[in-house]
């Protein structure tokens, strides 16, 4: 995996607050719940794959629960296989990725 530095989010991550849907095509859905989503996504300016996951802890203490995302970018079939395979701990040991 390597940095895709021609894609807008890696110019302007900010850009990754944006609806998903303003940014990407969901090209996979992998998985998705309540609060567990994996998705491969195609970014639409620059056609960039990542691997998207997005995942929610409910403390149930009257909302504002935690939600994180993260986004690797990823260049072919081995490695989105392998992402979908692991865990979300194990997500978080590759590089790069936004989160």
Known sequence: MKKPTQC??????????????DIFEVI???FHDD????YLLKCREC?????????????????????YTT???VESNEEIETLKR????KQSQ???RLQ
Do not use: C, M
């Not at 692991?86 to 701990?89: A, E, K, Q, V």
């Open 47 to 67: 056609g960039q794959l990542y691997f998207y996951q997005f995942r929610e802890e409910r403390d149930w203490a009257g909302g504002n629960d935690p939600q």
């Open 35 to 38: 609060d567990f989503w994996r």
């Open 86 to 89: 692991i865990s979300s701990l």
């Open 71 to 73: 986004l690797i970018p």
């Open 28 to 30: 996979e859905t992998y």
């Open 8 to 21: 807008i989010l890696w110019t302007h991550p900010e850009q990754v607050r944006k609806s998903l849907k």
């Open 94 to 96: 590759f590089s790069p």
